[in-house]
């Protein structure tokens, strides 16, 4: 079976802003991949001025909210780490283990790889030379974290494009269709950082398991 491999562009964030990020990637992945019968729900983001779609499962909705706070901890208790959330879709296979047994097999054909470098701003930041222009410390603070959002709005909607391009061009190694349920193929979401022997190197696992993927980054 082929397997897909999507390595999404490396997004720059603050602490504050994880969860929003995972929650709009997260979701818009599933969205394309559900592939049953949905309930589709357009969720407007509080920090960015973009609106993504959830599928309309309940379930999908708690596991990915289980899953970002999983990393949210992970995060705080490794600071300056780049980490990476995987979301994999896949199939079960009966196989013959013996004349008299058979066992099941599981088959991924997609991976989506996110990948998320957390700013980490320790306590009490060094103060500029007395010899640098005078500068309102809160003003200037405030412009920069204004042009850093921007940088960031602009860097997440190439991901959600990126996503809808793969989805668009990548659908022979979709297996095919057994229900009619929202969610169609199981699926996991894994967690690793920079820190991690599984890190980077995770993919290279996947691909020795089910075949050489593709790449589209």
């Given at each position: 079976m082929n397997?897909?491999?999507c390595?999404?562009?490396?997004?720059?964030v603050?602490?504050?802003e994880?969860?929003?990020?995972l929650?709009c990637?997260?979701?818009?992945?599933?969205?394309?991949?559900?592939?049953?019968l949905?309930r589709?729900?357009d969720?407007d983001?509080e920090?960015?001025?973009?609106t993504y779609?959830?599928?309309g499962?309940?379930?999908v909705?708690?596991?990915?909210e289980?899953?970002?706070?999983l990393f949210?901890?992970?995060?705080?208790?490794?600071?300056?780490?780049?980490?990476?959330?995987?979301?994999s879709?896949?199939?079960?296979?009966?196989?013959?283990?013996?004349?008299f047994?058979?066992k099941v097999?599981?088959?991924?054909?997609?991976?989506?790889y996110i990948?998320?470098?957390?700013?980490?701003h320790?306590?009490?930041?060094p103060?500029?030379s007395?010899?640098s222009?005078?500068?309102d410390?809160g003003?200037s603070?405030s412009?920069?974290?204004?042009?850093?959002r921007?940088?960031?709005e602009?860097?997440l909607?190439?991901?959600?494009?990126q996503?809808?391009k793969f989805?668009?061009?990548?659908?022979d190694h979709i297996p095919a269709?057994s229900?009619?349920?929202?969610v169609?193929f199981?699926y996991?979401i894994?967690?690793?950082?920079?820190s991690?022997?599984?890190?980077?190197m995770?993919?290279?696992r996947?691909?020795l398991?089910?075949?050489h993927p593709?790449m589209?980054?």
């Open positions: 397997c897909e491999v390595q999404l562009k490396e997004l720059d603050e602490h504050f994880i969860r929003e990020v929650r990637i997260l979701h818009t992945i599933m969205f394309h991949r559900a592939l049953g949905l589709p729900k969720v983001l920090l960015f001025d973009i779609t959830q599928c499962d309940v379930e909705e708690k596991k990915i289980e899953k970002i706070t949210i901890d992970r995060v705080e208790k490794h600071p300056n780490r780049k980490n990476q959330i995987c979301l879709f896949c199939e079960f296979k009966n196989k013959q283990a013996s004349w047994t058979t097999e599981r088959f991924y054909w997609e991976h989506w990948n998320l470098n957390v700013a980490h320790p306590k009490g930041h103060g500029k007395h010899l222009k005078v500068v410390p003003e603070a412009e920069e974290r204004s042009a850093r921007t940088v960031l602009s860097s909607r190439e991901v959600m494009f996503i809808i989805v668009n061009e990548k659908k269709i229900n009619l349920e929202c169609t199981p996991e894994t967690i690793s950082s920079s991690d022997s599984t890190f980077g995770d993919v290279i996947r691909m398991q089910t075949g593709t589209l980054s």
